[in-house]
């Protein structure tokens, strides 16, 4: 007793605390020496926001001072961790250098992937070609991916390596060599300015044009094609004979998801299924994507994993989860081959791989420094991605997952509890998580389905709750054991099987979507907004500790910043449509031309589209006007012949804008103080929004944002309409 008085003695009672300063830099230096392991994390966000650097630049920049400035920055890292200096050096270096790495690696792979674009034909042209494969159907009709051999009016070196082509009546077979008499078009540019770029998207898929076909599919007589095109085809063609049977056996409108959710076509899905599997957010099941190849890949660790343990002989001898984690590398590259290799199945196969390489290993499967080596090693490959949104969406929401697995508690079992309550409490335990995980993954995807598709499904969770365990244990491994049987004739009971959980699906998602209320629609923020939300995400799901709930506010970025003013008109590229805000509604002047791009600017800009009235508007074959300025803002003349100088004048008596798709020579005197687009500025600007200020009208057009960039090609306005409704979607 007397010992430990003196001891205690030692620290006078009267000593002085610690100040708040001194305690709280110290509350922050432990949490940054929490990090040790984990700043490599930000490797991969490095290199993916120098390879956004590059997408996001308006002229394109020569190869060699981003390789120089890689080389640099790599070399300076690596000497630094040669001779010994601390991590206060080394990290800060290695980030650099891994930024300048992602804007050289964009850079290259741009270079690499580059090919023909074909440039729009004012007449149509006849196209000769191999059919790669059949694409999703448009508004217009079905689609295809075409090997162009022969473009009627193009040199070889000018013709593109693959077109998107719209036929009409069934499509044809991969395999088949085809003849198109077709408009000919470059891919289309956004559909306003700062919206998604279907041209980029294009141009990284090596599609160089689309080809609208303006009568039958005719077939043609050509030399034999290069064996990897033959290869392609056959394993197109034996997917899509897949696809049909899989049709066949449960009906066109089952079969049609069945066989999406398989071999990626979506030839066969109703257009009221798709919008209610949109509007109830369960769109995602449809495309092949990481959901699908967890599940694929997951089941066959599983099964094989079990098999293996059931069998004392073999289990005594090999590693059951190491047989079974090659045999879930087996079944994710099959699915992978089987779907068609989608950029968002490929993300996710190689994602997979990873986990799986970590089981052999021997290391963990699931961590983040797993996940930080599937990116890293995505956006090598594919830099592009960075700008995706299922890269975004994907990566976001399995951060987040894995953060939450991190931060989970352990579960404690206890012993001798009677089977009644044990099943109670499991299943408390698995509702528990199951809402965990969907709320988690759900707003870790937010911000990005926001900004990119301005709608928010309300039921979502409901409705993914209620869906998951359905596509979980019975959908997708029924199919995949129908999908591997079907080939010999045998894929029936489970196909039907399959069938029954898709149509289950398909109740659960349009009742969701009929609810009141079921979609709300959200105007996209800024564009800088969206890079601040995701490093909020990441911040939240990288950082170990509480100063990681700093990064919240920087996520919530794209819901609370505020919005700028909506434009009063919107001009569609080549100016063949328009529409005008009105107290919330986005007024199209042609209803029924180019709705897509009309959509998708109304829905950017937080609208709802509506037809133009007819009461208040004179509308001739090639034109439409409004009757008084109440009615609208803007004349619309469509024709590709220009108006005569009477047509033009009443246009510009009608209306304060005046939009004219042909090249205007003359403008009347009585179209003077009046603003006046024609052909000349869709060449250059394509797409156009406009706000109407004390001084006039201000312009912002699509190509200004766009920049000069490999796959900013603007098309003729002249050329007639290519089947622009969906391309990319």
């Known amino acids: 007793m007397g010992e430990g008085s003196k001891r205690a003695a030692l620290i006078p009672p009267d000593a002085a605390k610690p100040s708040l300063s001194v305690r709280v830099r110290g509350w922050v230096w432990s949490e940054v020496l929490a990090q040790s392991m984990r700043w490599r994390l930000w490797a991969p966000v490095a290199f993916g926001g120098g390879a956004a650097i590059y997408f996001a630049l308006r002229s394109e920049p020569p190869m060699w001072p981003l390789a120089l400035a890689a080389i640099v920055a790599t070399a300076l890292w690596v000497g630094a961790r040669v001779v010994g200096r601390g991590r206060a050096v080394t990290l800060p270096l290695m980030l650099v250098a891994c930024l300048f790495l992602g804007l050289a690696g964009a850079k290259v792979r741009t270079e690499r992937v580059a090919a023909p674009i074909a440039a729009a034909m004012a007449e149509p042209t006849v196209v000769e070609g191999w059919v790669v494969d059949v694409d999703s159907p448009g508004d217009r009709g079905h689609r295809i991916v075409l090997a162009p051999v022969r473009i009627r009016g193009l040199e070889p070196e000018a013709t593109p390596i693959r077109l998107r082509a719209t036929v009409r009546g069934e499509p044809p077979r991969p395999g088949e060599a085809i003849r198109l008499f077709a408009i000919l078009n470059p891919p289309p540019p956004p559909a306003s300015p700062g919206a998604y770029d279907f041209g980029r998207n294009a141009y990284f898929q090596g599609l160089g044009g689309t080809a609208f076909a303006l009568g039958e599919t005719r077939s043609a007589y050509l030399a034999p094609p290069p064996w990897r095109l033959h290869l392609a085809m056959a394993l197109n063609g034996a997917r899509f004979a897949l696809a049909q049977r899989i049709v066949d056996r449960l009906g066109e409108r089952t079969g049609g998801v069945a066989a999406a959710m398989t071999t990626g076509h979506e030839t066969w899905i109703a257009k009221d299924d798709l919008e209610a599997m949109r509007d109830s957010g369960l769109a995602h099941i449809l495309s092949i994507s990481g959901l699908h190849m967890a599940i694929v890949g997951g089941f066959a660790f599983f099964l094989v994993r079990l098999l293996v343990a059931a069998?004392?002989?073999?289990?005594?001898?090999?590693?059951?989860?190491?047989?079974?984690?090659?045999?879930?590398?087996?079944?994710?590259?099959?699915?992978?081959?089987?779907?068609?290799?989608?950029?968002?199945?490929?993300?996710?196969?190689?994602?997979?791989?990873?986990?799986?390489?970590?089981?052999?290993?021997?290391?963990?499967?699931?961590?983040?420094?797993?996940?930080?080596?599937?990116?890293?090693?995505?956006?090598?490959?594919?830099?592009e991605a960075i700008v995706t949104p299922g890269f975004q969406m994907s990566f976001a929401a399995t951060a987040a997952l894995v953060a939450l697995s991190e931060a989970w508690p352990p579960r404690t079992r206890e012993l001798s509890v009677p089977w009644p309550i044990a099943a109670v409490q499991s299943a408390g335990h698995w509702v528990t998580v199951a809402v965990t995980a969907s709320l988690v993954a759900g707003a870790a995807t937010g911000p990005f389905a926001i900004q990119h598709f301005n709608r928010a499904a309300m039921y979502g969770l409901v409705a993914n709750l209620t869906t998951s365990p359905i596509a979980d244990f019975l959908m997708m491994p029924a199919l995949a054991f129908g999908a591997l049987l079907e080939p010999l004739g045998l894929g029936g009971p489970f196909l039907w099987v399959a069938g029954k959980g898709v149509d289950l699906m398909l109740v659960i998602g349009h009742w969701t979507a009929g609810l009141p209320g079921a979609v709300k629609t959200i105007a996209s923020a800024p564009d800088y907004v969206l890079p601040i939300a995701f490093l909020g995400v990441l911040f939240v799901c990288l950082w170990q500790g509480r100063l990681r709930w700093l990064g919240l506010p920087l996520a919530c970025a794209v819901l609370i910043w505020p919005r700028a003013p909506t434009p009063d008109v919107w001009i569609g590229d080549g100016g063949t449509n328009a529409a005008f805000s009105v107290a919330g509604d986005a007024v199209v002047v042609r209803p029924r031309v180019r709705e897509f791009a009309a959509d998708l600017w109304s829905r950017r800009r937080g609208l709802k589209l509506e037809p133009r009235p007819e009461a208040g508007w004179v509308c001739a074959r090639s034109s439409c006007a409004p009757m008084s300025s109440a009615s609208g803002p803007v004349a619309l003349w469509w024709g590709k012949r220009a108006p005569d100088a009477e047509a033009l004048a009443a246009l510009c008596q009608s209306a304060p804008l005046v939009s004219v798709r042909a090249v205007v020579e003359a403008l009347p005197a009585v179209c003077n103080g009046k603003l006046v687009l024609d052909g000349v500025d869709y060449a250059r600007g394509g797409s156009v929004e406009l706000w109407r200020t004390d001084q006039g009208w201000r312009a912002v057009w699509a190509a200004d944002v766009r920049g000069d960039r490999p796959w900013s090609r603007v098309g003729d306005p002249d050329a007639a309409d290519a089947d622009v409704n969906d391309t990319g979607g």
Do not use: N
């Not at 986990?355 to 090693?377: E, K």
């Open 311 to 383: 069998w004392p002989w073999l289990a005594l001898r090999v590693s059951g989860k190491k047989v079974a984690a090659i045999v879930g590398l087996v079944a994710v590259w099959s699915y992978l081959v089987l779907s068609g290799a989608p950029a968002p199945a490929e993300r996710a196969a190689i994602t997979a791989s990873i986990a799986f390489a970590s089981i052999l290993l021997d290391r963990p499967a699931v961590t983040m420094h797993a996940l930080a080596v599937a990116a890293m090693v995505v956006l090598i490959l594919q830099p």
